[in-house]
Structures are given as C-alpha cells and as structure tokens.
C-alpha cells in the first residue's frame, strides 16, 4: 500500500466514522418525555392534515432517483480514483460489473486475525461498560467468521470488487429509498422543512461515500471472507442507518415547526 | 453446499415477504385519512346500555414496587362499581406483594387478593388459571401489575364484547418510562410500529390481531370453548389467540385503548424477555400453523396473515444463520446460485430492511409525535440484540423439545420505585 493510499483511507475513513459518530450521537440525544401524561397523547386528534398532492410523489421520486444515480456515479468514480486498477464497465447499479487485477493479499491473513480478535476482546470490554454489547457482539463475531474462514479456506486470491460494488450501490439505493419513503410518509408541512431532509440526506450520502471510499482501499489488501465480513459490519450496517436520517431530521423539524 | 445455498434463498424469500406484510401494513395505516382509525370508541361505549360483570385479574408475582400505583389507578377506573371486581393473584411473591395488597384490599370492598401455595405451578399462565377458577364474571380484563390505565379504558375494552362473535379484546400498550435510556427510546418506537401500525392494520383489515395477554379482555364462553388457558406455555397470549380465531372467535384490536406499561430499561433484561417470546411463538408455530392454513373459519387473507405472523420469530434466527452462511458463499464460490442471484438480491433484500423503520415513521407520523424519530437511525442496535435474543429462543427451544424439558418462565425485572 503506497503511502498516498494509506493517507487517504485514512481521511476517508476518519470521514466516514465521525461522520456516523457524530450523526449516530445527534440521534442518542432524543427525548420522548412529552410524551406524558396519557391523557394529553394526542393519539385520537383529529387535526388536518398535510396531504400533497399526486403530482408531488412524482417530483420526490424524481429528485431520489437523481440522487441515486449521482451517488453511484461518484462512488465508482471515486473508486477508479483510488484503486487504479479498479475499472467499473458500467455506472449504475445493477448492470455495475467492476474488475481488478489479481492481488496476492493472504499476507494479511494474520493481521486480520488479530485486528478481529481485539476488535472482539474491545467488545467482551464493552460489555461489562456499555449497554449494547449484543450489537457489538454480534458484528464483531461477524467480522472474526469472515477471518477464521479466510485461515481455514486457505485463500489467496483478493476480494470480488464487482460484489462490493454492488453492496456499495444496493447502500446508495437503500438510502434513496429511505428519503422517499420518509418524506411520502412524514410529507414535510413546508418547503423549508423539505430542505432540511434533502440536506441531511445529501450530508449522510456524503459520509457514506467516504465510507466506500476507505473500505474500497482497505478490502483490495484483504482475502474475500473477510472483506465481505468487514463490508458487511463497517459499510452497510451504519449504511442503513444513515439512510434513516432525512427521516430522524424531518420528524424533529416537522415537531418543532408545528 | 446447495443445500446451504437453497437454505439462504428461503430465508431472502421469507424476509422479503414479511417485509412486504409490513409494508403493506404500514400503508394500509398510512392511507386511512382520519389520524385515529376507525375511530376513539365512543360509539360503541354509547351503544351499551347495560354494562356487564368484569373482574380484573392481576398476577403479580414479586411486585412489590409497582402494585401499588397499579391498584391505585385500577380504582378510579369508570365503570359500574356493582359490576366490577379486581382480583390480584399473589403468584407465589417473596417480598411485599400480597402485604401491599390486601393493604389496598381492606380499603377497598371491590379488590380480593389470592395467595397462591409455594409450591404451585409457576408462570403467568397458571396464575391467570387459577384466578379465573374462582371469578364469577362473564367477562375477564387481564394486565400486569405494572400497568397504569387511564379511567375510560375498561368500558373501551369492554364495550366491543356487545357483538356475541368478539372472543377477545386488546388494547395498545404505550411505554410509560421512555426516556429511561436508550434502550427505552427505542423499545418505543417499536411498541409504536407494532401496535399502531401492525395490529392496528389488521385490524383494519379484517385480519386476525393478537390477543397479548395483557390490557385485554376475553369472554369466559370463548375461553372455556377452547380449554382455557395452556399452563407452562410461555406465550400463552399467543397460543390463546391462535386456539380462539381457529375456533372462530373474533380477536378485537383498540388503538385507541391505550394503557401504560414499564418496558425494560436494561440490556440483558430485554434479551430475556425477547428470547421468552421467541420460544412461546414458536412453540405456536409448530402447533398451528398447518392448523391455521387449513382452517375452514379463517378467510385466504387471514390464513396467510396468520402463518406469517407465525413465522415472525422463526425468521431471525435463519437471518443470522443466512448472514454467516453468506460471507464464504459470496467470497469462495466463483459460479454458484447466489453470485448469480446476488445483483438483485442485494438491494431487494436491502430495501426489505426499510420495511420496519417504515412502520415506525407511519406510527410517529399517525401519532403526530415526529419527533421521537430521532432515534430512529440507532433502532438497528436494538434489532441485532433481538436477531440474537430470539435466535437463542429458538435453539433453546430445540433443546428442551429434544430433552423433554419444561421451560422456564423468567420474570421481567421492574424499575419503578414504590
């Protein structure tokens, strides 16, 4: 790994982990105490509500499915950027088809063990200070499967870039989704509002680019389980969670708008 | 090798159809356009002119810090004082339980207590049983001890029983002590997704809900129709409502029968109690759901709404089974099933995940309290802990069917102080 790619996994990843940080601690901060008294839960209100009409289901579709197609093209514009070797013969997902030349990454067979094993023992850590070991647990035990499977298959040959791709881009896809989906249902009183989900939507997308970025870097080192595994914990599970934060911005906005 | 794979593509294949139940679900919420569907109750209240005889049954075993508040608000619910009884089930308590209540008792002509011997059977279920053995009314009103119901919430409970079919009744639960912790927000808005939207829409829909097993009422003739109530079942709520609609009984879901309860507040507490309920559904699963499939009472829509709902705690442990199983498939195997299927199984299977979040931006949305969405994006924390929690559920039922062994009942730890 040349010097220049280590710097800049190393920006797109502390891009990429403050950002969820940062996002994932904004939404810890939730309070749910008015909730109170029963009497005053104003399930049964009957106020009016904020239908749009038809015509703006199109205009939200439209504007998901070019933020859709402008985070694909980038992630892989920005892949080829950083992996030189990388060539993607298409810019959308499903038809994304990547490549690769060969690399010899069981070298780093070892330290991945050794980086799940601590990443494991952090976690056994963690349990006894936090309270969402079982999370941790679980994607922890994930990543060290992918590794303990990469020793007992013996492999030699480096991870699928066309399948990363495809996780990368079915990401991208979830979120854009996840905007629609949120502003159909939530339907933002005011344009302002609107803008307030775009924008957490288009800075969540942003995070996530970095993201792929750094995992692009990182998984061509290592054999295929574990770049699968790793994928699968760092990249999609906080992938799925920002996909939520037009919903998380436009739920707070709407609540304090009226 | 095949096997696995086929093993993986019926667990995409289930997870994308629950999904698209909960999806459904969520629109058919979503498209009612009044904000509280069908209605808050009060026609059905007005149209009851003689109110019949209810009793409260509250076990209670080892509640010493929430009986109280329980009994306090169970008092000054409205409801013909001649036609009400409460009736607490000291379920074999060690600490102030059964002193608390016949403390309330003396007090109060309308509550008894009933001490249960130590070395009776163990678990709501029994309690529930032997309580009901000495109750003379036609119909029975269950919750918890840590329930706090509002004044009007027994006649909305009650007043559907008017329509001879109605075997059950159930109202929502709302978590009193959200902002306890993390843990708490989001045990809220999965309430939420799962009673306003999911038994609110089959409801809705015509569609069988589930009797919980608490704020929730049941016809005596309904429940001796069916035997009563299975002691040592550990979700016997769900058994009870399986045995009830296959016998043709309608179970009645109340969204606007809203009562608070304590949700856990700690980690390993929530485990337990997810992987109690894991065990008991599926112990209903392999009970009932050929039962429910062939049933001549139930329509094709609530055969398939049914088996589905079977299925909802089976599915975690084949996701987490799937997930592990997944990695090497995709890694090693260059020409097989899955790589070929992978393209579109991808996003499918990633937008299938939306389908909760969905239910529960519906709910907030239908509540008209958007605001607790805020912790929205941190719920997969909580829905790993649940993959893992009802997974074990499932394996330790394997076990004790293996084994021939009786299950456990763990009691879900109280937080409230006296």
């Not at chain 1, 939200?60 to 920005?78: C, H, N, P, Q």
């Not at chain 2, 309308?110 to 053995?133: C, Q």
């Not at chain 2, 805020?374 to 829905?383: C, I, T, V």
């Amino acid at each position: 790994m040349s010097l220049v790619e280590l710097v800049i996994i190393l920006f797109a990843g502390a891009g990429y982990f403050g950002g969820i940080a940062t996002f994932l601690g904004w939404c810890s901060g939730a309070r749910s105490s008015h909730v109170l008294p029963l009497d005053a839960l104003p399930l049964c209100r009957k106020s009016k509500t904020n239908r749009r009409k038809g015509w703006q289901f199109f205009w939200w579709s439209l504007f998901a499915a070019g933020i859709l197609a402008l985070e694909v093209i980038a992630t892989s514009e920005l892949a080829e950027l950083l992996v030189p070797e990388f060539r993607c013969s298409g810019s959308f997902w499903p038809m994304v088809n990547c490549i690769i030349e060969p690399s010899a990454p069981s070298g780093s067979v070892g330290a991945v063990i050794v980086g799940s094993t601590a990443v494991l023992l952090a976690a056994h850590r963690y349990i006894r200070m936090r309270p969402v070991y079982p999370s941790v647990v679980l994607l922890a035990g994930i990543i060290l499967f992918g590794a303990i499977t990469d020793v007992l298959g013996g492999v030699g040959h480096s991870a699928s870039m066309t399948a990363m791709m495809q996780l990368a881009a079915s990401v991208q896809f979830v979120a854009a989704a996840g905007f629609l989906i949120a502003v159909s249902i939530l339907q933002p009183p005011s344009v302002a509002t609107l803008a307030w989900g775009a924008c957490a939507h288009v800075g969540c997308a942003v995070i996530r680019i970095f993201g792929i970025a750094a995992m692009f870097g990182l998984t061509r080192h290592l054999p295929p389980a574990s770049a699968t595994a790793i994928w699968l914990t760092l990249m999609v599970v906080p992938g799925i969670s920002t996909a939520l934060a037009p919903a998380a911005v436009l739920g707070v906005v709407s609540a304090q708008r009226g | 090798m095949v096997l696995l794979e086929i093993f993986i593509l019926f667990t995409t294949t289930l997870g994308v159809v629950l999904a698209g139940r909960q999806f459904l679900l969520a629109w058919r919420v979503m498209s009612q356009p009044e904000a509280c569907q069908p209605s808050d109750g009060r026609a059905e209240i007005d149209a009851v002119s003689d109110w019949p005889g209810v009793t409260i049954l509250i076990p209670a075993h080892n509640e010493e810090c929430v009986l109280a508040g329980c009994l306090s608000t169970m008092c000054a619910l409205d409801y013909p004082e001649d036609k009400l009884s409460i009736l607490v089930i000291d379920d074999r308590s060690t600490d102030r339980t059964r002193a608390i209540a016949e403390e309330i008792s003396n007090k109060n002509v309308g509550v008894r207590v009933l001490s249960r011997a130590p070395e009776a059977a163990p678990g709501k279920a029994a309690a529930i049983a032997e309580g009901m053995a000495i109750a003379a009314s036609d119909i029975l009103v269950l919750f918890d001890a840590d329930y706090l119901p509002p004044p009007g919430l027994l006649k909305q409970l009650v007043a559907p029983f008017a329509d001879p079919n109605v075997g059950a009744t159930m109202g929502r639960v709302v978590p009193v002590n959200t902002d306890a912790g993390l843990l708490t927000k989001l045990l809220d808005l999965e309430r939420r997704a799962g009673y306003a939207v999911d038994q609110n829409g089959r409801e809705m829909w015509g569609l069988n809900p589930q009797f919980g097993g608490t704020v929730g009422g049941i016809r005596r003739a309904a429940l001796e129709s069916v035997g009563g109530w299975r002691v040592g079942h550990l979700a016997e709520d769900t058994d009870l409502t399986f045995r009830l609609v296959l016998a043709g009984w309608r179970v009645r879901y109340l969204n606007h029968a809203a009562c608070y309860e304590e949700v856990p507040e700690d980690w390993p507490n929530r485990f337990r109690q997810v992987r109690r309920w894991a065990y008991g559904h599926n112990d209903c699963l392999l009970g009932y759901w050929s039962g429910v499939l062939r049933s001549p009472q139930l329509s094709f829509a609530q055969k398939i709404d049914g088996a589905l709902l079977l299925l909802i705690y089976l599915f975690p442990v084949c996701a987490l089974v799937s997930t592990f199983a997944v990695i090497p498939l995709i890694a090693f195997a260059e020409h097989h099933l899955i790589s070929w299927a992978w393209p579109w199984l991808a996003p499918i299977l990633a937008a299938a995940l939306l389908a909760p979040y969905t239910q529960v931006m519906v709910a907030a949305a239908r509540d008209r309290q958007p605001h607790v969405l805020r912790a929205l994006p941190l719920l997969f924390l909580s829905s790993c802990l649940s993959l893992v929690a009802a997974s074990a559920g499932v394996v330790l039922l394997a076990r004790n069917l293996i084994a021939g062994v009786r299950p456990r009942w763990d009691k879900t730890r109280r937080y409230r102080t006296a």
